[in-house]
């Protein structure tokens, strides 16, 4: 088609057509056919693989990267061999300490929720579904395991549902205090206890429905908003944020390091870029938990 043929309101036509092009899911089952293939991030950022040369664990990590399932089933219950488990021992014990000291309420009354139901524990990594029978009781979202960080626009299309893409494998015991991509620690000590208050859900959810369909662009600006509200907020003087709440180092970084936080911006957020292999450059700050679901709420009403 040749666009310059066209008049001036057939352009906008085309374009507007270009737009809905996108495939969306319209039901949480289309979920099961979204590109799930993850990235190499290992290779992307150029390091070596901590415990690649830990044979079993590298067999292992394999196992649980290269298995999928239906949005719709149980989640089967991944192995996690006793070293898996150490490794979740030794960070739980250092995370509950400063999430007393620094988490957002929500995010600590949840996480006592979940210990007092015995589905957390600092012996061993919790099953997904184990993680699902609470959430469902909660706000109805369901984690459902991919290989590693997949692309943003099946990720968010997955919230639209109040499905969040969760990976299972955890990192190797040698470098417990870091990870070079999320793992489980993520996912079950930053994101799971913030999917189980309303209205954080709720506003997860919001980002995703705005992508469905959306065109690159507007997917790389909610990804922004979700990465420097979901990932990296701040209420109060308290972190919302599961990049910094499953992350040792990091919530040290952003409490005691003195980091400067800035008033929500919607405008310099969509300007930023994605910082995923070291310490943030900004974090964002809201006074208290509805104003940052009014801000995300605002900025995703502009794309
Ligand atoms: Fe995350």
Redesign the pocket.
């Known amino acids: 088609m040749v666009i310059s043929s066209l008049s001036f309101r057939s352009t906008k036509r085309f374009f507007a057509t270009v737009r809905q092009s996108f495939w969306y899911p319209r039901s949480r089952s289309d979920l099961d056919t979204v590109d799930k293939s993850y990235e190499n991030f290992v290779e992307k950022l150029e390091i070596s693989y901590p415990g690649s040369d830990d044979v079993d664990y590298m067999s292992w990590l394999r196992s649980v990267r290269n298995y999928s399932t239906s949005v719709n089933s149980e989640v089967p219950d991944v192995f996690y061999p006793d070293q898996a488990n150490k490794t979740w021992s030794l960070l739980y014990a250092r995370l509950r300490e400063l999430h007393y000291l620094y988490a957002c309420d929500e995010h600590k009354s949840n996480l006592k929720d979940l210990e007092n139901l015995g589905v957390y524990t600092g012996e061993k990594i919790p099953q997904l579904s184990q993680i699902n029978n609470w959430l469902s009781s909660k706000t109805g979202f369901k984690l459902i395991p991919v290989g590693g960080i997949i692309n943003a626009r099946s990720f968010l299309y997955g919230l639209a549902y109040r499905v969040f893409l969760s990976t299972r494998y955890i990192r190797h015991i040698s470098v417990p205090f870091y990870s070079p991509e999320?793992d489980i620690v993520?996912?079950l000590m930053?994101?799971v206890p913030l999917f189980g208050n309303e209205e954080l859900a709720e506003f997860s959810q919001e980002i995703g429905k705005k992508s469905l369909g959306a065109s690159d662009a507007d997917i790389e600006k909610l990804a922004k908003i979700y990465f420097y509200s979901?990932?990296f907020g701040i209420v109060g003087d308290k972190i919302l944020g599961?990049?910094i709440l499953?992350s040792c180092k990091e919530i040290v970084h952003v409490k005691e390091d003195k980091c400067d936080f800035i008033g929500w911006d919607t405008k310099k957020i969509l300007s930023m870029d994605f910082t995923l292999s070291s310490y943030q450059p900004a974090y964002y700050k809201t006074e208290n938990l509805s104003e940052i679901k009014k801000s995300v709420m605002e900025a995703c009403n502009l794309i």
Do not use: Q, S
Request: charged fraction near 20%; charge should be negative.
């Open positions: 999320p993520h996912e930053g994101h979901i990932e599961a990049g499953g």
